[in-house]
């Protein structure tokens, strides 16, 4: 292992670290507004914005968050076999440096063509920057998922401050500044990579299948990789409900804070795109303690594979919907027909729970259980489920306008709870196809390459 390291990592953990803070403050800050843009008055209004009904707004931003992730997928290949996972990522920043700058044109071409760049930029830069983070370590070595619980605190210290300033910047005085500020995040990310390469000479530069002119490779996979392949697809099902109803956040829960949620706290309105910051503040807050938390929980001998943690985690997301149905409860009694805003506080507190539970622990064990080869292309599939779950989300926020708040939250929940539990009833037979890969081999031993 190199020597190159810092508080116990290596240091190109922290490169890693700080380049995607800054792509996750693009990202969230620009998504923070972005249903709020759509659907702000185009007339009359100091800060005009596109002036679409609450359903087309969720449409698009459905489209939009699960083209993110989907692209992902051909992110993967194109590090599999033409640049390597580092050079994607240069190639992804440069997109999002130029996409989230032409976003802060003020013009309808300029918005759909921002859009498509940053679709493209993410692509090419989340999962294998996300991959890089696993290259940084050999097999079986204890501190991987650690060091995705560090890399995930860093997105969340990106998605905290995004929302509030490029919230504030976009929704209480221009959009357009607020994107601006978005690209300006960004920016700085890509300084971060380009000066930190030093430290990341090691990884991301394989290109396992180079595309080479006349070849045509075979894909011979091991029994063991197989079952690896299957076990991985199977809790992908579950991941796609989590992010269905997690993703409700930025679109119908954003909507609904805005027109729903009493946001008047001691005298003051608080932006609804302020909400937004919520789910990464609770990251912050309780990422470590939880990575200890399961660490304890392993010291006592109890369950505790990424795929139990996952099931678990499902279900803990949907019991915030139960409280958002007490909020819907809630404005059917009261004079103004809105909510207290602490039911929000609880539901992101619980989705946050379920979060940590799934998210870093999904990336950590595709690391862990794919092929080198097929790393980067198992990040894209993983990238590809958080999309099409982030679609449903979408979805799930359309439905609402017909449905009403109160049964779709109740439904979501519902889905939530049936799907965590099936993968927790299934979890022995499903460890037995990780063939061990999940396993931590030794708390302190510094384990050897295969
Ligand atoms: N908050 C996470 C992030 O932005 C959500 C996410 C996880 C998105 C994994 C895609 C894949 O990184």
């Known amino acids: 292992m190199s020597k190159d390291t810092l508080w116990g990592h290596?240091?190109?953990l922290y490169i890693l670290f700080f380049t995607e803070m800054w792509e996750r403050f693009s990202f969230y800050g620009m998504r923070a507004i972005l249903a709020l843009y759509l659907t702000a008055k185009s007339r009359e209004t100091d800060n005009p914005g596109l002036g679409w009904d609450d359903a087309s707004a969720l449409e698009l931003y459905g489209?939009?968050?699960m083209m993110v992730y989907v692209m992902s997928v051909p992110g993967g290949l194109l590090a599999d076999r033409l640049l390597g996972q580092k050079k994607s990522v240069l190639l992804g920043g440069f997109l999002l440096c130029v996409g989230h700058l032409i976003l802060a044109y003020d013009a309808l071409w300029a918005f759909y063509t921002g859009l498509v760049f940053i679709v493209l930029g993410v692509g090419a830069l989340k999962p294998n920057i996300s991959s890089m983070v696993g290259g940084l370590y050999r097999t079986?070595?204890?501190?991987?998922?650690?060091?995705?619980?560090?890399?995930?605190?860093g997105i969340n210290i990106g998605?905290?401050?995004?929302?509030?300033?490029?919230?504030y910047l976009g929704e209480v005085i221009n959009w357009h500044y607020g994107f601006g500020l978005a690209g300006i995040g960004m920016a700085l990310g890509q300084v971060v990579y380009l000066f930190g390469q030093k430290h990341l000479k090691d990884v991301g530069n394989f290109i396992p299948h180079q595309l080479?002119?006349?070849?045509?490779e075979r894909v011979k996979l091991t029994k063991v990789e197989k079952d690896r392949l299957i076990v991985m697809f199977i809790s992908f099902a579950v991941v796609i409900v989590f992010w269905g109803a997690y993703e409700q956040a930025?679109?119908?829960?954003?909507?609904?804070?805005k027109e729903k949620i009493d946001r008047e706290v001691m005298g003051f309105t608080v932006p609804a795109s302020f909400l937004q910051s919520l789910h990464a503040f609770f990251v912050i807050l309780i990422g470590g303690p939880m990575a200890y938390f399961w660490v304890w929980w392993r010291q006592r001998g109890k369950e505790s594979s990424s795929l139990f943690k996952m099931g678990l985690g499902t279900i803990i997301t949907g019991t915030g919907f139960v409280l958002l149905a007490g909020a819907a409860l809630e404005t059917m009694e009261t004079a103004d027909g809105k909510a207290a805003i602490w039911w929000m506080f609880g539901a992101y507190l619980l989705h946050v729970v379920g979060e940590l539970s799934i998210s870093p622990v999904a990336l950590s064990f595709i690391t862990k259980l794919s092929p080198a080869k097929y790393v980067s292309f198992m990040m894209g599939a993983y990238f590809l489920v958080t999309g099409l779950g982030n679609k449903l989300a979408g979805l799930v926020g359309e439905a609402a306008?017909?449905?009403?708040?109160?049964?779709?939250?109740?439904?979501?929940?519902a889905f939530c709870?049936?799907?965590?539990?099936?993968?927790?009833i299934f979890v022995k037979k499903l460890k037995k196809l990780t063939h061990g890969a999940d396993d931590v081999r030794d708390e302190k031993a510094v384990v050897e390459p295969e």
């Open 10 to 12: 290596p240091k190109g």
């Open 417 to 424: 709870a049936l799907f965590g539990l099936l993968l927790i």
């Open 212 to 216: 080479k002119p006349g070849t045509n």
């Open 159 to 167: 998605a905290f401050s995004a929302p509030l300033l490029v919230g």
């Open 401 to 413: 306008q017909e449905a009403g708040e109160l049964t779709i939250f109740i439904s979501v929940f």
């Open 63 to 65: 489209w939009y968050t």
């Open 140 to 153: 079986g070595d204890p501190r991987r998922d650690t060091a995705f619980t560090i890399f995930y605190i």
């Open 250 to 257: 930025g679109g119908l829960m954003n909507l609904y804070a």
